[in-house]
């Protein structure tokens, strides 16, 4: 399995952004989609973003489209999710997943690879 961290969390206003990045271990992130999701504290973890393998279709959830780009760097091993016109409802911690399988599952019960999480806090 690939071995994930998230950075980039933190705090910010409502309307500023923020960069998420995560970097990924091993020689084989170019054969693995990639995801962004959150939980928020009291609730599941749902889907935010994810990537295709070699970048060309991204996926979003209904609330974040148009506010959030997932992007990523496969000679970098690095996947990224620019939050531009951040919520208070945006808050939660994000996590970083790869999937073997496809970019368009939104269960993460079909992710196979976790990061630990970085905390996104978006004051009113």
């Known amino acids: 399995q690939v071995q994930l961290e998230e950075s980039g969390g933190g705090l910010v206003q409502t309307g500023g952004s923020l960069r998420l990045s995560c970097a990924a271990s091993?020689?084989?992130?170019?054969?693995?989609?990639m995801g962004w999701f959150r939980q928020a504290p009291g609730k599941e973890r749902e889907f935010v973003a994810s990537i295709t393998r070699n970048g060309g279709i991204t996926y979003y959830r209904d609330s974040v489209k148009g506010r959030f780009t997932c992007s990523r760097d496969n000679a970098k091993n690095t996947v990224y999710l620019q939050m531009n016109s951040l919520k208070p409802e945006d808050t939660a911690v994000y996590y970083c997943?790869?999937?073997?399988?496809?970019?368009?599952?939104?269960?993460?019960?079909?992710?196979?690879?976790w990061g630990q999480g970085t905390q996104v806090t978006v004051s009113s």
């Open positions: 997943a790869a999937n073997t399988g496809r970019a368009s599952d939104r269960f993460a019960s079909m992710w196979d690879s």
């Open positions: 091993g020689r084989t992130f170019s054969t693995y989609a």
